[in-house]
């Protein structure tokens, strides 16, 4: 984005802060905005949909969703939910002096003195060598996506109505995008500390990714309003907690309790924070059934992208492919996780449950949340019988972050 022209499309698309507040944009900004969206949205959209009039169709529905939701008594039921923020999300973070830190899970030079350092490393060393490459791969895209933090909390930054407008904000929203994002950190750092110490992988190349990743940014494919952005992260949440807990389970079974300890660790924290954005999309969804219910729908119609999806570490140009493919064969994180995560929103959120104001749009957009499911179970067995069809034929695939050593995978 231009410098001349940041301001002016920042003003239109935040609203005007002041005193800690997010003023509503007035008919003619909306106006601007809904025309900036549009032009994004084609611009991203034209080659996934095919065709200029494909991106202009798609462009128009996220101008509207946008619209729709960026109204402003929808903007208000945010405002209105700070005391519920501070009562119910923010006690869910530790303070720094009570919460893990890197250093309490990987060997300290300065605490264990250099002879007990070297005995420790050599010790995380030898039960490293113990864990296969599947899992070092896995284990490298889950640090890759953790390691984009400025990312993700810029993106959360952008909810309007719930984002810290100076930087320091005093309101329970932009409080807890700070703590949230301040326990996210050591993710990656902890992560990457393991590692280099293992000496199993090429920290180079996958410093390069982490570095590739952050400068790409990501494509959530959705509207920045909130009704959407929560929806996504709480989505998120969920699936990183589950793909650092299985990494946990599988590290654990060949031996490698450091590494087990660290992504249990992690998985945990992953689950309080989304108890938290679950939490949030439950009162939104009692504020403003329809709209909630509309975003929920948009967003599965778009399919909840992985934060990481345009990782790259400029040797394979499908590596996130090869990621995701090395994860479902390794047990990581599959496509059968991902059906999981939205029958636990459904039954969670109590979304077949839902009647009272919802118009004729809303009604329909529970049904299709709720028919998913089973369409994505079908899904599945269709993939399930081709990869039985390929079962003899693996495709080896050399991760530049293993030093090009190959992994066995099945793309189906």
Not at 265 to 275: C, G
Not at 324 to 335: F, L, M, P, R, S
Request: proline share 5%; charged share 25%; with cysteine.
């Amino acid at each position: 984005m231009a410098a001349a022209t940041s301001y002016t499309l920042l003003a239109s698309w935040f609203g005007y802060p002041n005193s800690n507040r997010h003023f509503l944009k007035p008919p003619a900004a909306t106006a601007t905005l809904i025309r900036f969206w549009r032009r994004r949205a084609s611009a991203s959209a034209m080659t996934a949909a095919g065709g200029v009039a494909g991106g202009r169709e798609l462009a128009v529905e996220e101008a509207e969703e946008l619209r729709r939701c960026l109204a402003p008594e929808r903007l208000e039921v945010l405002e209105e939910m700070e005391p519920w923020v501070e009562a119910h999300a923010l006690p869910l973070l530790k303070p720094a002096d009570a919460a893990w830190q890197p250093s309490d899970m990987v060997p300290d030079a300065a605490a264990l003195g250099a002879d007990g350092f070297h005995a420790a490393c050599v010790e995380l060393r030898e039960r490293a060598a113990a864990v296969p490459d599947e899992q070092l791969v896995c284990l490298v895209g889950n640090m890759v996506t953790e390691e984009a933090l400025p990312t993700y909390q810029s993106v959360v930054n952008r909810f309007e109505s719930a984002r810290d407008v100076s930087g320091a904000d005093g309101t329970a929203w932009a409080r807890w995008i700070r703590g949230w994002s301040a326990e996210e950190n050591r993710h990656g750092d902890v992560l990457s500390r393991y590692m280099y110490l293992s000496g199993r992988l090429d920290m180079r190349q996958v410093e390069r990714t982490v570095h590739r990743l952050i400068s790409s940014g990501m494509a959530m494919h959705a509207p920045s309003s909130p009704y959407h952005g929560f929806i996504y992260v709480a989505f998120q949440e969920r699936a990183t907690a589950i793909s650092h807990g299985n990494t946990a389970r599988n590290v654990l079974a060949h031996g490698d309790a450091v590494l087990a300890r660290i992504c249990g660790a992690i998985a945990a924290d992953e689950k309080r924070h989304e108890a938290a954005y679950t939490r949030v999309v439950e009162k939104l969804l009692e504020a403003e059934p329809d709209t909630t219910l509309r975003a929920l729908a948009y967003m599965m119609r778009r399919r909840i992208t992985m934060p990481a999806a345009l990782m790259d570490d400029c040797r394979d140009a499908d590596l996130f492919a090869h990621y995701a493919a090395a994860a479902q064969q390794a047990g990581v994180y599959t496509a059968s996780d991902y059906r999981g995560i939205l029958e636990h929103l459904i039954r969670r959120w109590r979304v077949d449950e839902m009647e009272a104001g919802l118009s004729g749009e809303g009604r329909r957009a529970r049904d299709y949340v709720c028919a998913l499911p089973q369409k994505i179970r079908r899904m599945e067995e269709k993939a399930q019988d081709r990869a039985a069809q390929m079962r003899k034929k693996p495709k080896s695939i050399p991760f530049s972050w293993i030093f090009d050593r190959p992994v066995d995978v099945f793309l189906t």
